[in-house]
């Protein structure tokens, strides 16, 4: 939170895709940014324990090809930590392709000067992504420090800009 500069940055809107527990966007709530999670409701563990910590989120199941759902609003941030919703550890794991149209419709969601802070979740060989789609993440314009891969303001180019080979 203190990397994404969340701290001391004006109150923002916040969605928290895959937001687990909810404490991420429990912090950013005392800290008065608006907030909202979008996660599956499989565990009672994260229903309960984001009803606990009061968290408003939207349930809904993150899949290749397939819009996020309607939002109220556009955010100034979106994250999400410790992605599993690219079919993490299968032999479905997202390539180019999924990850080409879930920042295109991620984009939509974003208010002007809006960013994009994804943290991926290690593969069974160790890594975070193949050069293949560490190719495809930098030529959509991201910053990537290991495991995260972050659209700064300004950054996340439409695919129309940068297409990638389907
Ligand atoms: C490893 S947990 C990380 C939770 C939280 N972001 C954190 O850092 O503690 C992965 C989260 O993603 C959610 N998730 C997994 N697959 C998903 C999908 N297809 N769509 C939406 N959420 C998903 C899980 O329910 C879980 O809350």
Redesign the pocket.
């Known amino acids: 939170m203190r990397e994404l500069g969340a701290d001391y940055s004006p109150r923002s809107r916040i969605l928290?895709?895959?937001?687990?527990?909810g404490?991420?966007l429990y912090i950013n709530k005392l800290l008065g940014h608006e907030i909202l999670g979008?996660?599956?409701d499989?565990?009672p563990m994260?229903r309960e324990l984001t009803e606990l910590l009061q968290i408003p989120r939207t349930i809904?199941?993150?899949?290749a090809f397939q819009p996020l759902p309607k939002f109220d609003r556009k955010f100034d941030i979106i994250t999400?930590?410790?992605?599993?919703?690219n079919n993490h550890k299968s032999d479905k794991l997202w390539g180019p392709a999924e990850w080409d149209y879930f920042l295109s419709d991620a984009a939509g969601h974003l208010a002007r000067n809006g960013r994009l802070w994804l943290e991926l979740?290690r593969e069974y060989d160790g890594s975070y992504y193949t050069p293949e789609l560490k190719a495809f993440f930098e030529q959509r314009g991201a910053e990537l420090q290991s495991f995260r891969v972050i659209f700064n303001p300004g950054t996340l180019v439409p695919s129309e800009v940068a297409p990638v080979g389907r």
Request: glycine share 8%; aromatic share 20%.
């Open positions: 928290d895709l895959g937001c687990g527990a404490y991420f979008l996660d599956l499989d565990l994260f809904a199941r993150i899949e999400a930590y410790l992605i599993c919703f979740n």
